[in-house]
């Protein structure tokens, strides 16, 4: 008899264990089998797979329940292989997510759902008919005329899926099959350009490098990317495979294009591929068709089978976080990754996580510096101070200096780009006097005011506190908390210049990925003068006719109560102040800010990484915040509030230990029915507060009503 140990596929918590079922004949570990549980037909992993010389009868009476037998197999072969398997429950227990989520993550959904292989071997190209006289819009025609025949879901990924669905209905183009072919990894040698000294030495070293880990810190426009592509070059000379980790590849075309244009043979891997897709580029990796991948997140769980290096560009970027089950850190998983191989990471920024740049300044990370641009200019930076303005009957969305500098760039027929920092944005209550904002006794951080019930909360330690008739600070009576959105500034823009271009991008003007594409396309043909967007236009846009950035609400960011709300600023500020003047026209960034001396503003103004990171580790090392520390956030849920509060009693006690700081549970909110709490962990030792973690969840929480609805280890933002 055999004895499988298998894992249900609805991931949760609260079974995240493994299941007894028999079979008569033998079942490959890594197969999926359908079994009954709970009278329901459904599918499972097969985990462990074990022969004893032992009857059902003999095996149940033993263990004193019944046995079921599998109902079937589903795959002829594992889903995954060993070493993967093995990263899965690695994942499982550094977030302490259910095995089956890390397992979902790391397969294309083609392998995830009940599917019959796909063993063609073939791909779909489009290629186009000679009589294309019908009436097309002019950017139709534009991409059509430009079309050559290409691969549907690789070369042409960059057209906008809409005009391509357009020009099939047309029958202006059509689609066919063909077989695959495969390419040999070609470097074109003639496009390499040569690397400056500063280049050489990172490159050199970064190869040379005795640590896994190596930070290559150089600012923006130092030649980063130009020491990528030769690192690529030299793994793969060495016949090893490349990861290069972009935050995302809609944001980031140029570095497409710029892999693409040196290596003939390139995987892209990222979320907005179709499942076919995927499973055809994890395919590619896993048969070693292909040795470079350019990808987002997820494509560091790729079967590659002799990887050399990963380079993960922006390396600062919150996107290579995951914030749902399994709240992964794509680094993280890199560096494991790194080490199983015995290759190499380089984490590449013009301003390094806090945490990243201090590992490498006490030499776990190997640090290599570029500190010179390429084309060495740097923009014009002023900052304007809101408090004044509006002391002067200015306004507070668009300062005077912004309105004349805007008329200047749509008379010499340049483009501004406008920001509005949303990041972070909630209300806070701040003195229009003094400009003092109420903070936690506590945990000084900001206070969220709630205007419902007419209080003020701390988002650290959920206490509460009524809104004083008058600031502490100064005694003024004139408390306030200011808020605008896109829509206003674009009205008030319209307003101050009537026959300007306007275009507007945030999540809401543009609810699908073509809406911004669409927009950003119009703005590079200069069909507008100004785009007014939110942090989403601030990272990886390239416009040489862009003069002009301006960012209001500069400081938003800084009276948010997340701790690291002053690195996402800074970056924010320093990404957009990047936008401006790319090419040889020289740019300027006006900076709008109620805080012009707080430290964020004056080292972006200073364009002063150091100086930022200097005060800010500081103030975390005072506050314990990471780096000098970790946090744990569980977040739980049930329908019953009564008995999730019971169960947070518990929970609280079971995770009380002298070495960690607890903060009081936080009710968050009740959505369509469910109550949510959250419990807050921070200690110094990941390690000991993982066990810790997953201990509590295995003993207490498994089959129970209260639901973990996920566990964010390291989380880059509270709930
Ligand atoms: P980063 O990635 O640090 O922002 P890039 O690699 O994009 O910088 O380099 C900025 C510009 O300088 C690019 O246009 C690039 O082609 C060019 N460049 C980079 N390195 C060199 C070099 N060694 N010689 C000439 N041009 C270079
Ligand atoms: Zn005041
Ligand atoms: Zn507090």
């Known amino acids: 008899m055999y004895l499988l140990d298998v894992y249900v596929t609805n991931a949760s918590l609260n079974i995240n264990r493994t299941f007894t079922y028999l079979s008569d004949y033998e079942v490959k570990r890594g197969v999926r089998v359908d079994v009954l549980f709970n009278n329901k037909k459904t599918m499972a992993f097969v985990y462990n797979v074990s022969f004893i010389e032992k009857s059902k009868e003999e095996l149940e009476s033993e263990c004193g329940y019944k046995l079921n037998y599998i109902l079937n197999v589903v795959d002829e072969k594992p889903i995954i292989s060993e070493d993967l398997l093995e990263l899965s429950l690695w994942l499982s227990k550094v977030t302490i997510s259910p095995f089956i989520s890390c397992l979902n993550v790391m ?47 690789g070369d042409a990924l960059k057209i906008s899926p ?77 016949n090893k495979q490349v990861l290069i980790l972009v935050p995302e590849i809609s944001l980031t075309p140029q570095m497409i294009k710029r892999v693409k244009q040196r290596f003939n043979n390139v995987a892209i891997y990222h979320s907005y591929l179709n499942d076919n897709e995927k499973y055809y580029e994890y395919n590619r990796v896993k048969n ?107 306004s ?12 200047n760039v749509l008379n010499s027929n340049e483009q501004s780009i406008i920001i509005l920092n949303r990041r972070g944005y909630s209300p806070v209550i701040k003195c229009a006097d003094c400009g003092s904002v109420l903070m936690c006794n506590d945990c000084d951080t900001p206070l969220n005011y709630h205007k419902d019930e007419n209080i003020m909360k701390c988002h650290i330690c959920s206490r509460t506190y009524k809104v004083p008739a008058m600031c502490p600070r100064c005694g003024s009576k004139k408390l306030l908390h200011y808020g605008f959105g896109t829509k206003r500034v ?34 590079e043909r200069h069909e507008i003068d100004i785009l007014v967007g939110t942090q989403m236009i601030s990272k990886g846009l390239d416009y040489p006719l862009v003069t002009l950035v301006g960012i209001l609400n500069a400081d938003s960011g800084l009276l948010h109560s997340d701790y690291n709300s002053t690195e996402s600023t800074f970056d924010l500020l320093m990404q957009s102040s990047g936008r401006s003047g790319r090419s040889v026209k020289n740019g300027k960034v006006i900076i709008q800010a109620f805080n012009p001396e707080h430290y964020v503003v004056e080292a972006v103004k200073r364009q002063d990484y150091e100086l930022f990171f200097n005060t800010e580790m500081n103030l975390r090392k005072k506050a314990m915040y ?17 008995r999730l509060e019971d169960s947070i009693i518990i929970l609280d006690k079971l995770t009380d230990n002298t070495e960690f700081k607890k903060y009081r549970p936080m009710m968050l909110n009740r959505i369509s029915g469910f109550s949510r709490y959250r419990i807050l962990i921070k200690g110094k030792d990941l390690a000991k507060m993982l066990i810790e973690i997953n201990n509590v969840v295995e003993k207490y929480l498994n089959n129970k009503n209260v639901s973990v609805i996920k566990v964010d280890v390291n989380p880059l933002y509270l709930e």
């Open 288 to 394: 070693r068709e292909v040795d470079v991948v350019v990808g987002t997140r997820s494509a560091v769980f790729l079967p590659f089978s002799n990887l050399g290096i990963i380079i993960i560009d922006e390396e600062h970027d919150h996107s290579y976080k995951q914030d749902n089950v399994p709240c992964y850190n794509a680094k993280m998983v890199a560096f494991k990754r790194a080490k199983d191989f015995d290759a190499k990471v380089v984490l590449a920024s013009a301003t390094p996580t806090l945490e990243t740049y201090s590992r490498a300044l006490r030499g776990d990370y190997g640090l290599f510096k570029l500190n010179n641009r390429i084309n060495n200019t740097l923009p014009e930076i002023e900052v304007i101070d809101l408090q004044d303005e509006v002391k002067k009957g200015g």
């Open 162 to 238: 809409s005009i391509i669905k357009k020009l099939l209905d047309y029958g202006v183009i059509e689609k066919y099959e063909e077989d695959i072919k495969y390419n040999e990894t070609v470097v074109d040698k003639t496009s390499f350009n040569k690397l400056n000294k500063e280049q050489s030495m990172a490159y050199e070293g970064i190869i040379s490098s005795d640590k896994y880990v190596n930070l290559l810190y150089g600012v923006m426009g130092s030649g980063k990317t130009e020491v990528y592509l030769h690192l690529t070059r030299y793994y793969l000379t060495l």
């Open 396 to 407: 507070y969305i668009i300062s005077e200096d912004l309105k004349n500098e805007i008329r």
């Open 490 to 523: 674009v009205e008030y823009l319209e307003e101050l210049f009537p026959d300007a271009r306007i275009g507007r991008m945030d999540a809401d003007s543009t609810s699908t990925k073509n809406g911004h594409e669409m927009i950003l396309e119009s703005f």
């Open 107 to 153: 397969l294309p959904k083609t392998l995830k759902i009940r599917h019959e292989y796909i063993k063609s071997r073939k791909e779909t190209r489009i290629k186009k008919h000679d009589n294309a006289d019908i009436s097309m819009t002019k950017r139709q025609l534009e991409v059509y005329d430009e079309l050559e025949d290409c691969m549907l879901y």
């Open 626 to 642: 990471p780096p000098y520390a970790h946090m744990i956030a569980l977040y739980l849920k049930d329908s019953n509030l009564k």
